[in-house]
Each structure stands twice: as structure tokens, then as C-alpha cells.
């Protein structure tokens, strides 16, 4: 496949991920005539719109003037009743928009949907949905399904094999297409009842970074929220991980040695930094010795407080920023060799690795 056609998709799928992680206010007008033509291929009269600041505040309120059902507290809006029909609606919608795309020359179709789709629905993973299910909890099945109805990885798919490859789509499909595209760039999450939609605008401040080969993203923010709303609702992450707060603004060995959740601790250890993590713990070195797989570094072992140790190492390969990374590995606490204990974590044995020419 031709470089200009991997460069023009890969083009696209910058756009649709600018739209999704836009802070630019939502356009209501558009938003509520593309909603309202989704309602209509329902079945159902164009619905009350009723706006929010957050998806949190989307959750916790009532609509006014609805009368939810046991099933459908606003704290449980997953078990509404639309979303499933307007999950069913897109599905629909895409086996009728693959009829014409099965005539496509394989290696177009493989291309777009690595570049565009795949590599979108991964950046999705590591960005909205971590604010989502912050804001809703873990979804359920239905919930899984109505994210996926709303993630621009699929709309985007079908707008690369339009622009790429040239796919021609039948009138009223396109219309249909361009009722979720527009929806898509016009809010944020939307929630539909039968009478009315409650929808939520963007956020204020969205903050990630580039990680992997294929330019996909993930929330982090070192000095804040990775994700601020305009009524204060936000939330923390560190390299595509949710942590609370303190561990961004106010890391501390007490609280980094009573926090359960290893992640967490292991994200609020790397935000103070590894030297001095076990410098402030007062953590008893073990043993040091030169890295037989990273020639010029050193691995030094320490003795933690919960039978295990932690090997101090620097990274093989270069980060983004050209620096390497020194990092911290937890090891069982019956290891007193640096070498055996680096040698354990890439499951070999300390003759192995020692005869490592680099590692990476």
C-alpha cells in the first residue's frame, strides 16, 4: 500500500481523535437536530434535551420532569430502555454500510481499519472510557455496548473508506452515517430516554500523551487532572491509569504503603520517583551490581517491608524525551543476587542473562 494512502488515513484518524478529545463548548443546535433524527429512525418524536455539565452530573441527576422507573434511577441509566435500540440502530447501519466495502481491495480495507478504526478504539480505551466508567462505574453489558455506539472509532472507519478508498454509499445510508457523525462531533456523552435525552457537554481540559508505535493516546497529567469539567469534576490518571488525586499532587511513602491497589501504588511511587521512593521508605539496599543486559548500568536491589524486594533498573531502550527511564520491579523477597532477580523477571536464569547482549 502506497505511503499517501497510509499518510491520508493516518490523517483522519488525527481528526476524529482531535473531535473526540475536543474542550471546545458543545454545539447544541447541531447536537440536538442529529439526536433528534436518531430518535426519528426509531420511531419516536424528538425528544426534551436536558444538558449537563459532566457525565458525573448526568449520572447523579434527575431529568426534570421525568418520572424514572425502579429500572431506570438516573444512578442506573445503562438500563434504560434506548440505548439498546440505538445500539441496535448502528449495528444495522454498519452491515448495510460493509455491503458495498466488500468489493474493496483487501489491502485498502486492512489499512484503514489498523490505521483508522483499530488504532482510534485503542486511543478510546486509554482516554474516554477511563472519564466514563470513572463517572458511571464499571458498565455493564449494555453499558459496554452503548460506549461503543458512541465512539468515533467506528464512524470514522466508514469516513476513511468515503475519502480514502472511494466507497460510495447509498444515499440514505450516508444520511443516516452523518446523523452519528455529527453527534459524535458535536457533545459529549448523550443518555436517551423516551421523552427526553440528557446529554453532556465536554470537557474543559483533556491531557495525554503518545505511547506505542501507531501515534494511539492515553490520559496523563503529572501535575493535575488528566480530564477537568466545568463544574469541577475531573479526574487523575498517570500513563492511561486512574489514580486518586494524591498520588499526582501529594505523594507520600505513608500513604503509597497503605494504598491496597498495587497499580496505584506503583503509579504514585513512579510519580515520586523510584531513587527517591526508597530513599524516604529507608529502604535497606541488599546488593548491587553491574546490568549484564544494559551495559554502563547498574541493578541494585533493596529490601521492602512485605517479604518481597524491589530491583532498581534503568531502561534499555531510549523514552520519548531521549532519556532512559530508571525503574522499579517487585521481585520475591528471597532473592539476594541483583542478576538472578533481573534474570527472574524475563523468566531466565542468572546465566542467561548474564549472557545477555542487551536488553530492551
Known sequence: ??????????????????????????????????????????????????????????????????????????????????????????????????????????PMDDLIRREVRDSLSRSAEGSLLLAFVAATGEPNHRGRYWYAAQCVSWVAHYDALRRVAGVVFDPEHHRRLELWATTARSCGWWWPHEDVCVVSERPVAVYTEVWGDDGEVRLHCADGPAVRYADGWDLYAWHGTPVPSWVIDAPS?????????????????????WPSYIRRAGLRLVASAPDPGNPGSELRLFDMRTRTRVLLAVNGSLERDGRRRRYGLTVPGFFDDPIAAAAWTYGLSAEQYSLLVRRT
Open 1 to 106: 500500500m502506497s505511503v499517501p494512502v497510509q499518510r491520508e488515513a493516518a490523517e483522519i484518524r488525527e481528526e476524529w481523535l482531535g473531535r473526540a478529545l475536543s474542550t471546545l463548548p458543545a454545539d447544541r443546535p447541531a447536537a440536538e437536530a442529529a439526536i433528534s433524527g436518531l430518535y426519528r429512525l426509531i420511531g419516536l418524536d424528538p425528544p426534551r434535551f436536558h444538558w449537563v455539565s459532566s457525565p458525573f452530573a448526568a449520572l447523579h441527576t434527575v431529568p426534570p420532569g421525568t418520572r424514572p422507573r425502579p429500572s431506570e434511577t438516573a444512578g442506573d441509566l445503562f438500563e434504560w430502555a434506548l440505548p439498546p435500540r440505538f445500539t441496535s440502530l448502528m449495528g444495522r447501519l454498519c452491515q448495510e454500510l460493509d455491503a458495498p466495502v466488500r468489493w474493496l481491495h483487501r
Open 253 to 273: 511513602v505513608q500513604r503509597i504503603d497503605q494504598e491496597a491497589n498495587v497499580e496505584v501504588r506503583r503509579c504514585a511511587i513512579e510519580h515520586m520517583g
